[in-house]
C-alpha cells in the first residue's frame, strides 16, 4: 500500500516548491492515499503549490486535502480509483461555481465525500451528482455575519445511503433521486437568522423534505426543528419509513403526526415532553439520555406520563441513561417501570450504574473479570457464525465445570431472513451488554431475542420476567366470545408449535372473529424447548395475559405470542385451517358391532392374535438370522479395510470414545457438510479439540474414501496440508479425526459479505500462496506424486492465523515419483463441477494440470470474492472464468476485483498479477497451464515476465476461435515489476 501524508509549515522553513515536487512525485509513482496538510501557506499564491497531476491519477483511492490551494483545471478531470475524498477549507483559484461540480464528475467510483467549508469559501453552489457515492458530509466553519452571500447545495446519488448536513449558510438544498437514502442527521437552521424572510424559503425547504421522506433514521437537533416549524408550521410531509429518530422531545404536534409508524426513539432531553397517543401502537424503545429540571418536577413529569399520555408497558424495550443517577431518580424509575399483573413488586429492569436494562436477578461484573471477558468473546463471536436458516443460535464460552461459563440463546421469528437474524441478535447482544456487565441478562425487540446467563439455561423454561403490549381499543360486542375465539386459534397453533422440530418452533396462522372478522396469530417458542416446556410455557401466557383487546403481544424468555385483528402483520403461508379432529369416541365401537354374534366375534380376535403371534415370531428369527450375516459381512470388511491401512503413525480410536468427544454426534457440533459424510466438532479428554469427519453409511464408495484418505494422509506432512490424527472403524461408522480448524474453511469467508471483510488483500495473498505451496509439495516434493482432483474453496481450511490447509484427500490419486505422471484415465468422474478442467469432465483425462486448473478457478474466487457460477445479471450467459476473461481482454479490469480491495488497496500489482496467473491456469488446453513449480516461481518472483493468457475453458464463445492469436493487450503482456520488496 503506497500511502503518503504532508504536513507542511513555511514557518518551520518548509520549501513550498519542494513539496509541490514531493506530490507531483508520489503520485507519479502511483501513490493510492494521499493526505495533505498546509498549516500556513493558504494565503500565498495559487500557482505556487497543488500540481495539476492529481486530478489525472490513475491510481488514489482516497485523497484527503486540509487547507490547500488548487487551481481550476481546463481539462476533464478523471480519477477512476478514488473511492474517498475529504476536502476541508479548500482556497479555489477564482470563483468558478462549477469546480467542485467538475472534480466530483471525474470520479466514477466515489462512495465517501466530506466537504468542510470555511466561511469565506469561493464556491457558492455545491452541486453532487453521482450514481456510486454512498456516504456524504457537508458543514462549514463559524458562520461570519460579515458573509453576505448564501450558499445553495445541490444533491442527486441515487445510491446514497447516509448524510449529514451541517452547514449554517445553507440558504438552499435542493435533493433529487435518493432512493436508498437510510440515515441523514441534519444540523442546519437553512440560513434562517432572525432577519430571514420565512415566506420565500418555505417551498424549497418543504421540497427539500419531501425528498428525504424515505429515510429510516433521522438525527434532529432542536434549532433546525424549530427553523422547519417557523417554516411550514402544520405543512410538515409525512415519513412513513421513519423507524428510528434521535432528537429533543420539543416538537410540535403536527411533526409527530408525520412519523406515524416510529420504532425507536432516542431523546435528549426530557424536561416537558410528552409522547402523543397516536405512537403507542408502534413504538418499542424509548432511549431517554437526560433528565433536567429539579427532581421533584421530573417526578411529577414520569408519573404524569404513567398515568395519561405515555404508557411504557406498552413498549418491548425501555432504556433509561440517567445523568446525573440519583437515589431519588432510582426510585422514580423503579415506581414507573413495574409489572401490573401478577408481579407487582418485581421490577422490569434493575439498576447498575447509570444504565438500565432488561432483568438480570444476579450480581454484576467488574469489565476485567474473566466472566465479562468470555461475556465479551461471546458477543464478537456472532458476525461470525453461520447465517442459518432456521434462525436460533446456542452459544457458550468457557468450561461446563467453570463458574464464569456463559452461555447464551438468540432466537427470530420465522419470517426473518437469515442474515438479518444475525445481524438482530448481534445489534441486541451489543445493546444488552455494551452498558453493563451483569451475569444475566435478557434483550427483545419485535424481530429477535438474545438471553445469556451465567447459570445453564439451554432447554430450560424460563417465563420471568413476562412482559405484554396492548392494543388500546377494546374489542365490541360479546366479550366472553372475542375471548373464546382468540383462545381456539392460539390453542391450535400453540400444538403445532410445541410439536415443532429441534430447531424451529414457529407457527403463524389465522381464525374467524367476531362479527366477521378475522383473527391473525402467530406463537413462538425457542426452539431448544422440549414439546411439553413449549406447551406449559404457552399456556402459561395464555392465562397470564390480557385478554378481550383488538390487539395483544405477550413474551417471556422462553416463549411469545401475538395475535391482531383485521391486521396480517405477517405472510400467511396457508389459509385458515381448521382444528386436527379429536380422538374417536368410546362408543363408536360397541354401535359398529351391536347385534353381531359373539361367538363369531371371540373366535376371529383369538384366530387373528394368533396368526399375528405366528408372523412376528417367524419375522423375528428372519431378522435376527439377517443381522449375523451382516455383522459378520461388517466384520470381514473391517479386517479387509483396517489391512489396508498400515501405518503405524495413525492412531486408532475407539467409536465410544468419538461419540463421548462429540456429545454422541450432537447437531449442535455440526460443521460441515459434505459429499461423503458430516464434519463435527470434538474435544477429547485430553482437553485437545478435533474434526470428526463421519463418513455415510449410504455413500457407495465411504470405504474407498476412507482407504484413500487414512493411507494417503498419512505419508504427507506439509504445513499446507491438513494433519490426520487418527481413524475409527467399527461396524459400518468410518471416522477420520483432524486438527479443528476454528475459521472453518475458505468459503466460509470469501462469499460472506460480512466475513469477506477480514480478508484483507495480505490475508488473501498469503492464502494463495500457500495454497500454492501445498499443491507443489503434492505434485514434485513428496515421496509420492499426488494428483489431489478436488481443490476447492471448501477444502481450503483455515488456522487461527489465516494460514492455509489443504484437505479432503478422499479422491486423491497417488503415483511412485519413479513414474512420470502423465495424462490418465478413469471411468468414474468425480469431484466438483466449476474446479473440474475440460478435459477431466468431458472425457475423465486427469494429471497435474488438472489441479492447476483448480488452482486458477480458486484464484479468481479469492480475488473477485464471487463463486464460480457467479453470473452478472446483464450478461446470464457467462459465469466468473468468463467475465474475468471478457473484461481482462477489453481492459476492465477493475470490474473484475472484490470492491472491498479496491476501497482498502487499490489495484496493486499483486492484484493484477493474481489474476493474470489465474487466467493462465484456466486454459482451455492442459499443455498450455503452468505447472505448480512455475506458478510458485511467479509468486514469489518481484520481476516476471508472464505470458498472454488464452481463452479459459468452458468459454461460451463469441465467434472466436480457442487456437486463434489473443488479441494485443498491452496491459496483460507487461513485464510485472514490485519496486519495494516483500
Known amino acids: ?83 474517498n475524498m475529504h476536502l476541508e477549507k479548500i482556497m479555489y483559484s477564482g470563483e468558478d461555481p462549477s469546480f467542485m461540480e467538475k ?44 458573509n453576505s452571500r448564501e450558499f445553495a447545495l445541490e444533491i442527486d446519488a441515487s445510491g446514497l445511503k447516509y448524510m449529514k448536513l451541517g452547514d449554517q449558510q445553507s440558504k438552499r438544498i435542493v435533493v433529487k433521486n435518493l432512493r436508498s437514502l437510510f440515515m441523514i442527521d441534519i444540523d442546519s437552521i437553512f440560513n434562517g437568522g432572525s432577519n430571514t424572510n420565512l415566506e420565500m424559503k418555505k417551498d424549497t425547504t418543504r421540497d427539500f423534505l419531501n425528498g428525504i421522506s424515505r429515510v429510516r433514521h433521522m438525527i434532529v437537533p432542536q434549532l433546525t426543528l424549530e427553523v422547519l416549524y417557523r417554516y411550514l408550521g402544520s405543512n410538515i410531509p409525512m415519513f412513513s419509513n421513519l423507524y428510528r429518530l434521535e432528537c429533543v422531545v420539543y416538537l410540535p404536534f403536527s411533526f409527530w403526526q408525520c412519523i406515524m409508524y416510529l420504532n425507536n426513539l432516542n431523546v435528549e432531553k426530557h424536561e416537558g415532553s410528552i409522547v402523543p397517543q397516536c405512537l403507542l401502537s408502534t413504538l418499542e424503545c424509548v432511549e431517554i439520555r437526560e433528565f433536567t429540571g429539579e427532581e421533584t418536577r421530573t417526578k411529577k413529569k414520569i408519573m404524569k406520563q404513567k398515568k395519561g399520555t405515555f404508557d411504557p408497558l406498552m413498549n418491548s424495550s425501555i432504556i433509561l441513561i440517567l445523568s446525573p443517577v440519583t437515589n431519588q431518580i432510582s426510585d422514580i424509575a423503579k ?79 420465522r419470517v426473518v431472513t437469515s442474515v438479518d437474524c444475525r445481524s438482530c441478535v448481534f445489534q441486541a447482544a451489543l445493546n444488552l451488554t455494551s452498558s453493563s456487565q451483569l ?134 403461508e396457508s389459509e385458515y385451517e381448521p382444528d386436527p379432529p379429536s380422538d374417536q369416541e368410546p362408543g363408536l365401537l360397541h354401535n359398529w358391532s351391536q347385534g353381531v354374534d359373539k361367538t363369531v366375534i371371540i373366535l376371529a380376535t383369538v384366530g387373528s392374535v394368533v396368526g399375528f403371534s405366528i408372523f412376528v415370531i417367524f419375522l423375528y428369527f428372519i431378522l435376527k438370522r439377517k443381522q449375523r450375516k451382516e455383522k459378520q459381512r461388517h466384520e470381514g470388511k473391517e ?187 478413469t471411468s468414474r468422474v468425480a469431484g466438483t463441477y466449476g474446479y473440474m478442467a475440460p478435459e477431466y469432465a468431458m472425457n475423465g483425462k486427469f494429471s497435474v494440470k488438472t489441479d492447476v486448473f483448480s488452482f486458477g478457478v480458486l484464484v479468481l474466487e479469492i480475488v473477485t470474492g464471487k463463486r464460480n457460477n457467479w453470473s452478472p445479471e446483464d450478461k446470464s450467459s457467462l459465469f466468473l472464468l468468463s467475465y474475468v476473461w471478457k473484461n481482462w481482454r477489453e481492459g476492465r479490469v477493475l470490474n473484475i476485483v472484490d470492491p472491498s480491495l479496491i476501497q482498502t488497496r487499490g489495484l496493486s500489482d499483486e492484484i493484477m498479477k493474481c489474476i493474470h496467473i489465474g487466467l493462465l491456469c484456466v486454459q482451455e488446453k492442459a499443455e498450455s497451464r503452468p505447472t ?39 496491459l496483460n503482456s507487461v513485464t510485472i515489476t514490485k519496486v519495494d520488496p516483500r
Open 439 to 572: 451475569r444475566e441478562g435478557y434483550w427483545r425487540s419485535t424481530n429477535c431475542m438474545f438471553r445469556y446467563s451465567d447459570n445453564p439455561i439451554f432447554g430450560i423454561l424460563e417465563t420471568n420476567p413476562v412482559f405484554e403490549a396492548l392494543n388500546p381499543n377494546k374489542s365490541t360486542g360479546d366479550r366472553d366470545e372475542f375471548i373464546r375465539l382468540q383462545s381456539d386459534l392460539l390453542n391450535r397453533i400453540r400444538k403445532r408449535a410445541a410439536a415443532g422440530g429441534s430447531k424451529r418452533k414457529y407457527v403463524q396462522g389465522s381464525g374467524p372473529g367476531p362479527n366477521s372478522s378475522t383473527l391473525f396469530g402467530a406463537v413462538m417458542c425457542t426452539p431448544d424447548l422440549s414439546e411439553k416446556d413449549c406447551n406449559d410455557c404457552l399456556i402459561f401466557g395464555f392465562a397470564n395475559a390480557t385478554r378481550g383487546r383488538s390487539g395483544l403481544r405477550w413474551f417471556c424468555p422462553s416463549c411469545s405470542f401475538q395475535i391482531q385483528t383485521n391486521l396480517r402483520f405477517f405472510h400467511l
Open 639 to 825: 479386517d479387509v479395510v483396517e489391512n489396508q491401512i498400515i501405518d503405524e503413525n495413525v492412531l486408532r480410536l475407539d467409536f465410544d470414545t468419538i461419540r463421548l468427544a462429540t456429545d454422541d454426534f450432537s447437531p449442535g457440533n455440526q460443521l460441515g457438510e459434505g459429499g461423503f459424510g458430516v464434519v463435527y466438532k470434538g474435544v477429547l479428554d485430553s482437553g485437545e479439540e478435533i474434526a470428526v469427519k463421519r463418513l455415510s453409511m449410504k455413500s457407495g464408495q465411504g470405504d474407498n474414501e476412507f482407504i484413500n484418505e487414512v493411507s494417503l494422509v498419512a505419508k504427507l506432512h506439509h504445513r499446507n496440508l491438513v494433519r490426520l490424527i487418527g481413524f475409527c472403524l467399527e461396524g459400518q461408522e468410518r471416522l477420520l479425526i483432524y486438527d479443528l480448524f476454528k475459521n472453518t474453511s475458505l468459503d466460509h469467508f470469501i462469499f460472506d459479505n460480512d466475513r469477506r471483510m477480514v480478508l484483507e488483500w495480505e490475508t488473501r495473498y498469503k492464502i494463495i500462496a500457500g495454497v500454492a505451496r501445498g499443491l507443489l509439495y503434492l505434485h514434485e516434493d513428496s515421496r509420492f506424486k499426488v494428483i489431489h482432483r478436488d481443490l476447492k474453496a471448501s477444502n481450503v481450511l483455515l488456522d487461527d492465523a489465516m494460514y492455509p490447509k489443504i484437505s479432503d484427500f478422499g479422491m486423491a490419486k497417488l503415483f511412485d515419483t519413479d513414474q512420470p505422471c502423465q495424462t490418465r484415465f
Open 103 to 146: 472534480l466530483i464528475s471525474g470520479c466514477p467510483v466515489l462512495e465517501d465525500l466530506t466537504v468542510f467549508r470555511s466561511s469565506d469559501d469561493n464556491v457558492l453552489v455545491l452541486r453532487v451528482t453521482s450514481k456510486s457515492l454512498k456516504r456524504f458530509r457537508v458543514w462549514s466553519d463559524r458562520w461570519s455575519r460579515s
Open 335 to 413: 415506581e414507573l417501570l413495574t409489572i401490573r399483573k401478577g408481579f407487582a413488586q418485581e421490577p422490569v429492569v434493575n439498576v447498575n450504574g447509570s444504565v438500565w436494562d432488561f432483568p438480570s436477578h444476579s450480581s454484576s461484573s467488574s469489565p476485567q473479570s474473566t466472566f465479562s471477558k468470555n461475556l465479551n468473546s461471546l458477543v464478537a463471536s456472532i458476525p461470525l457464525l453461520h447465517a442459518n436458516t432456521y434462525n436460533f443460535y446456542n452459544l457458550s464460552v468457557g468450561d461446563i465445570s467453570d463458574q464464569d461459563r456463559v452461555e447464551a440463546i438468540g432466537v427470530c421469528n
Open 1 to 83: 500500500m503506497r500511502k503518503f501524508k504532508i504536513t507542511y509549515d513555511t514557518s518551520k522553513g518548509h520549501d513550498p516548491f519542494g513539496i509541490r515536487e514531493w506530490i507531483a512525485t508520489a503520485i507519479s509513482r502511483g501513490a493510492q492515499h494521499l493526505d495533505v496538510v498546509d498549516t500556513f501557506l493558504r494565503y500565498m499564491s495559487f500557482k505556487e503549490f497543488m500540481p495539476l497531476d492529481i486530478y489525472k491519477s490513475k491510481t488514489l483511492v482516497s485523497l484527503k486535502l486540509v487547507e490547500v490551494r488548487m487551481s481550476n483545471p481546463d481539462f476533464v478531470v478523471s480519477l477512476p480509483c478514488l473511492k
Open 932 to 970: 505448480m513449480a512455475s506458478v510458485v516461481l511467479m509468486l514469489n518472483a518481484s520481476s516476471f515476465t508472464l505470458l498472454r493468457p488464452s481463452q479459459p475453458g468452458f468459454y461460451p464463445g463469441d465467434g472466436e476461435s480457442t487456437s486463434s492469436s489473443p488479441p494485443t493487450m498491452t
